[in-house]
Antibody, heavy 122, light 108 residues
């Protein structure tokens, strides 16, 4: 079945970097984009950026530009999100979710990973 | 930066109709998407392309668009619909995706 499985929880010190992975299965990885979304405790969803699974093109939210890097390994059907210069405000659950371009519209984030909790603490 | 505005909370009794709005200047140009999120769970897509319902989503969920406002309507609300709901769309330059602030639906 279609699913996305994310890597496990992380604890990092301020100033460090974290790299979260999401492994897709049950569908053609290169036919879909992968979004990354952050959700701090009790807060709203925040779009961080996405990657085209086929050609690797990326776009990042202006809020995270310069600190976030999204990559993919098509041979492993896996996308990665690396966030650098971590601060306490980055303590959050990070989600990945797939999306598909269908002609002139996107399908929406129809399959999500289970979320990865990142805790930033000294 | 571009913003989508949602009411923080909506409350309805079981069986009634809940309407959750989302406003944004670029909504006339770009489709909206709606997600339901229950505590401790990942979001679930309930509406895409303004008014389309993914397979497996109950018919009581519907979406509509008028000018700079899109609306998620839940008819015959059930207790299990109590959740946070987020709208999502693209900014005016069609470069970035944005989520609304979220609306907590309370079933009284």
């Amino acid at each position: 079945q279609v699913q996305i499985v994310q890597s496990g929880a992380e604890v990092k010190k301020p100033g460090a970097s974290v790299k979260v992975s999401c492994k897709a299965s049950g569908y053609t990885f290169t036919s879909f984009a992968m979004h990354w979304v952050r959700q701090a405790p009790g807060q709203r969803l925040e779009w961080m950026g996405w990657i085209n699974g086929g050609n690797g093109d990326t776009k990042y939210s202006q809020k995270f530009q310069g600190r976030v890097t999204i990559t993919r390994d098509t041979s492993a059907s896996t996308a990665y999100m690396e966030l650098s210069s971590l601060r306490s405000e980055d303590t959050a659950v990070f989600y990945c979710a797939r999306d598909e371009l269908r002609g002139d519209y996107y399908s929406g984030m129809d399959v999500w990973g289970q979320g990865t909790t990142v805790t930033v603490s000294s | 930066s571009y913003e989508l505005t949602q009411p923080p909370s909506v409350s309805v009794s079981p069986g009634q109709t809940a309407r959750i709005t989302c406003s944004g200047d670029a909504l006339p140009k770009h489709y909206a998407y709606w997600y339901q999120q229950k505590p401790g769970q990942a979001p679930v897509l309930v509406i895409y392309k303004d008014s389309e319902r993914p397979s497996g989503i109950p018919e009581r969920f519907s979406g509509s668009s008028s000018g700079t406002t899109v609306t998620l309507t839940i008819s015959g609300v059930q207790a299990e619909d109590e959740a946070d709901y987020y709208c999502q769309s693209a900014d005016s330059t069609d470069t970035y995706w944005v989520f609304g602030g979220g609306t907590r639906l309370t079933v009284l």
